[in-house]
């Protein structure tokens, strides 16, 4: 016996209140689906933490590998709780890890601003790319530490050399980015938005720019990350407190324990920098679809 239609239903379709219901449960089993697997990556990165740490202090209690040049996981640990609760010869860790994360805060800033207008300058103005593209490349082809030495000689100890270098390891990866960004813009929207009327300075803040936002935010994952190497690198040359020279101090000792613990705590800083740039990301680009 035929089932009675629903006025105005059309034939061959569910009703919708069971259609609903059989998307809520397709839902349901999807986030089920998803939470399981964000549970197993979260319980295999542990257990790969666990083999690592576990073998490499087997390893060195064993003296399989000599524990005064490597260390072990427990002998870090202690150094850390002892720099925590005692402080370093430098003084107190909380004031290290201040020193160094404002040296990369402010080079990231000033960096990334920097580097993003000279991408969108140079890329959208040909002349200026042709003139200075090859100063560019010499200027990026110097070594780092180099410039590092040269910043401690003539900017002192201070924060100021290590910002320096700092700026210097961040400009280029966005540059380039930022660069290559304005080139890829969609050339046909540039074109319709100059058949309404646009003029360059709205084309390139409405078009270019919003074009261009992924490959920048893209490069600031990195150049974080090379902030914070260059303000490492430039208190290892010369510094007067900071994170490089608490790493310098404990190599100068031969303290294994004390530069595999300063180690730790610079990836500690830059785990939580990375969170932060990419909730700015995910805000700044929720119309991108999310990746699988």
Do not use: C
Not at 71 to 78: E, G, H, N
Not at 231 to 243: D, M, P, Q, S
């Amino acid at each position: 016996m035929n089932a009675i239609a629903s006025p105005g239903a059309v034939p061959g379709t569910l009703p919708a209140a069971l259609s609903d219901e059989a998307l809520a449960r397709e839902s349901e089993i999807a986030q089920r689906a998803i939470r399981g697997r964000r549970r197993l990556i979260i319980g295999l990165r542990l257990v790969v933490l666990v083999v690592a740490l576990g073998g490499w202090e087997i390893a060195a209690r064993m003296k399989w590998i000599d524990p005064f040049f490597y260390s072990q996981p427990s002998l870090i640990w202690a150094q850390i709780v002892e720099w925590v609760r005692d402080g370093t010869s430098q003084g107190s860790l909380w004031m290290q890890v201040a020193v160094t994360l404002e040296e990369t805060v402010l080079g990231f800033l000033i960096g990334s601003v920097a580097g993003v207008i000279a991408g969108i300058l140079l890329g959208r103005n040909k002349l200026l790319s042709d003139v200075f593209s090859l100063y560019i490349q010499i200027a990026n082809s110097i070594p780092r530490v180099v410039l590092g030495s040269v910043f401690v000689i003539a900017l002192g100890l201070g924060m100021a050399s290590k910002v320096a270098l700092a700026v210097v390891m961040v400009f280029f990866v966005v540059f380039g980015n930022a660069f290559q960004g304005v080139r890829e813009a969609d050339k046909y929207m540039i074109a319709n938005a100059q058949i309404l009327g646009a003029s360059p300075r709205q084309l390139t803040t409405a078009v270019v720019i919003p074009s261009a936002m992924s490959w920048i935010l893209a490069s600031l994952h990195v150049s974080f990350g090379f902030a914070l190497v260059g303000a490492v690198v430039g208190e290892f040359l010369g510094a007067k407190e900071g994170i490089g020279l608490l790493i310098a101090t404990a190599q100068g000792a031969f303290n294994a324990s004390g530069v595999f613990a300063a180690m730790i705590v610079l990836a500690v800083v830059a785990l939580l920098a990375d969170f932060l740039l990419t909730t700015l990301e995910k805000r700044l680009l929720k119309w991108r679809p999310a990746a699988f």
